[in-house]
């Protein structure tokens, strides 16, 4: 797994198959541990974003639960074998099984690790991907189209609308907020997915095998490089994401995120929980590709 900012590399595959150069980015937000995890293997990529839960006498010592939680996720999905859809559910099967060891209740929901994922797995001219929670996967096509492959979870719209509409306060969204913010994390594997250890969470994967005839570019993405949006309850054009990262890949989109975040410290512009949120990034860039023919762009 690779856990740091890496330029791109040049990798070789078999002459059936473009040349591919990745790009990893992953950087802490301004909250006091990472809790996102970049997994690089070869043809296999992911990004886990974790939730530490919201009961905190349980995230002790070096590493929150949320990091605990997209830790074992990489790992699973990194050394299990089978389909990406078996490793979601060993994976969730270790976060649970860490959860016991660790004295958690899983009947006690706010105690609950959790993840978000967005994975690829390249196989010859297609890939196989799969995705629960925020974490998104968007293709970007040698047309200058784009597509979004995963739909847009609205987990914290209503939360974040209160929050602008909200007098302003000294205090933090967390404690202005907080049962709204308790009531949202109940939902989980009930009105939108994520692993937990929960048997309910499979229900919520998406999952699929997509051709590579005509993609430039797949980009895999936790929700801290989403552009900030001063109505993040609405739906998200793309198209100044993609047109970003075309000018200059995942950091030109990073440092157009952090500038606007930085001229509203108290996240009332930009709704949102914290200043900066921590970023995990995967961009796979295609060289020499097919063009599409007809019915190959979702399968």
Known sequence: MYLNVEPYHPIRQSPSVPTMSVQV???QGSGRQNEDVVLRSPGLFGVFDGATSLVEPHDTGNASGGFRA?????SSFEQCQGSLVQRAEQANSAIRAAQIASGISLDERLQLWSTSLAVVRLKGSSFEY???GDSMILLLYTDGSH???TPEVDVDGETLQAWKNSPASSQP??????EQIAAVRLQMNTRYGVLN???AAMRFLGHGRHSLAGISD???FTDGLMLPCETPWRPTDWRWFADLYRLGGLHKIRDQVRGLQRQDPECRRFPRFKVHDDIGAVAISFHGVAAPSAGTRLQ
Request: hydrophobic residues 60%; contains cysteine.
């Open 25 to 27: 980015l992953h950087e």
């Open 70 to 74: 997209a830790r074992l996720a990489a």
């Open 130 to 132: 799969c995705h629960t």
């Open 147 to 149: 597509v979004v492959l």
């Open 173 to 178: 969204i967390h404690i202005c907020l907080a």
């Open 197 to 199: 250890g929960e048997p």
């Open 218 to 220: 797949i980009i895999l």
